[in-house]
């Protein structure tokens, strides 16, 4: 996978912790989804004690985990450290690396991360949460796939070849990395969600200002010129439908046990 370097990515989110609440939509339908799947009838004997929310961003999840485990003891940790302080207004919150957790190993019953995975190595996040949750701990996850922003990509293939999303997964690989670090029963459900936007500069608005806007190698450097922005609204906008300009997200949330 071609991530962005680490520090972009952080640097990204630290400055998007005071926007990120307004445009969160998808954020917090998928925290919602994936705590729907979590404890489901097949999943619901999860009684976690203790609770890590790895990724937190401003705290969405965390405080629906605490809303439905109000007894928990739970621990929110995000790199990005004006998204820690965010978190920490209700949650315990930490500056950490989700790839190096300062944890102790078997410390919690569930580890739990939204849409933060698609920005690290999974090998790494696997291994890590392997470490810190107890036997038959639970792990959930949700990420991206393919198919996110699938219109923008048909939107930019006449304009140049530059790299304009990340190089989201398909769920086998995540399967076989979790399964790698030992995690078992695997269980995979992948939904497609569509936002719509009244225009192309308010899709991407909303993706810098939750911080999602840090690319790897094979970005454009520099702005685009006035033709080829012409150009790239006139592709977006032959998409248009009824509710406006759609982006469609490739959602996987992942389930496991330790
Ligand atoms: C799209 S936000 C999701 C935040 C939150 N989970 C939610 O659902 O609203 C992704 C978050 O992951 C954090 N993040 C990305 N890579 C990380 C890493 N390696 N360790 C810790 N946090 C990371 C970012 O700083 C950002 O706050």
């Not at 929110?76 to 957790?101: P, Q, R, Y």
């Not at 012409?230 to 496991?256: K, N």
């Amino acid at each position: 996978m071609n991530l962005p370097e680490k520090h972009r990515i952080r640097a990204a989110f630290s400055r998007a912790a005071s926007t990120y609440d307004a445009a969160a939509v998808l954020q917090r339908e998928v925290c919602r989804a994936l705590l729907d799947v979590l404890t489901n009838p097949g999943g619901g004997d999860c009684m976690p004690a203790d609770i890590l929310d790895a990724g937190c961003g401003t705290g969405y999840g965390a405080r629906l985990l605490a809303g439905r485990w109000p007894t928990a003891r739970l621990v929110a940790a995000d790199f990005a450290a004006a998204m820690a302080k965010k978190t920490a207004a209700t949650t315990a919150a930490c500056v950490a690396d989700i790839e190096a957790l300062p944890f102790g190993n078997t410390s919690f019953d569930l580890w739990w991360s939204s849409l933060t995975v698609q920005w690290c190595d999974p090998q790494r996040v696997f291994a890590e949460a392997a470490r810190v949750l107890r036997p038959q701990g639970r792990l959930a996850l949700s990420t991206l796939g393919p198919a996110t922003y699938a219109e923008l990509r048909r939107a930019f293939a006449g304009i140049d070849h530059h790299r304009h999303t990340l190089d989201f997964s398909e769920p086998a690989p995540l399967v076989m990395a979790a399964e790698a670090a030992g995690f078992g029963d695997v269980q995979i459900v992948r939904r497609s969600i569509t936002l719509h936007y009244p225009d192309l500069k308010a899709l991407l608005g909303a993706v810098k200002a939750i911080g999602a806007n840090a690319l790897g190698a094979g970005r454009r450097n520099g702005m685009m010129g006035k033709a080829a922005w012409q150009a790239l609204s006139a592709a977006y906008d032959a998409q248009r439908v009824g509710e406006g300009l759609p982006a469609s997200y490739d959602v996987i949330l992942l389930t496991a046990k330790r």
